[in-house]
Nanobody, 122 residues
Framework: QVQLVESGGGLVKPGGSLRLSCVAS????????IGWFRQAPGKEREGLSC????????YYAGSVKGRFIISRDNAKNTVYLEMNSLKPEDTAVYYC???????????????WGQGTQVTVSS
């Protein structure tokens, strides 16, 4: 059974940083692309970043490019999202997801975690 578990969310002040983790079980991480998405209240789910399974190619949405960094540790079956220079508009529930193809579209992802709340507020 595939499971993705996010952690690392919390309350942070504007300009601060957080690192989210996504631990995968039931799959071989380097065979899957992993994406990070977020959804704020009343808004549609937004794709933020993804990393391919083999080559480690990465993609960033314009809203987070230059501030967020995605990385993976296949030995730990974990993908990270380092978030810097956080803004109040980054407040959302953050999800990681796994797909067998490298894609920035949520529809490509068949496995999802339960989400972790990130709140950016002074």
């Amino acid at each position: 059974q595939v499971q993705l578990v996010e952690s690392g969310g919390g309350l942070v002040k504007p300009g601060g940083s957080l690192r989210l983790s996504c631990v995968a079980s039931g799959l071989t991480l380097n065979e899957y692309a992993i994406g990070w998405f977020r959804q704020a209240p009343g808004k549609e789910r937004e794709g933020l970043s993804c990393i391919s399974g083999t080559e480690g190619s990465t993609y960033y949405a314009g809203s987070v490019k230059g501030r967020f960094i995605i990385s993976r540790d296949n030995a730990k079956n974990t993908v990270y999202l380092e978030m810097n220079s956080l803004k109040p508009e980054d407040t959302a529930v953050y999800y990681c997801a796994a797909a067998q193809i490298y894609s920035d579209s949520a529809s490509a992802y068949g496995y999802w975690g339960q989400g972790t709340q990130v709140t950016v507020s002074s």
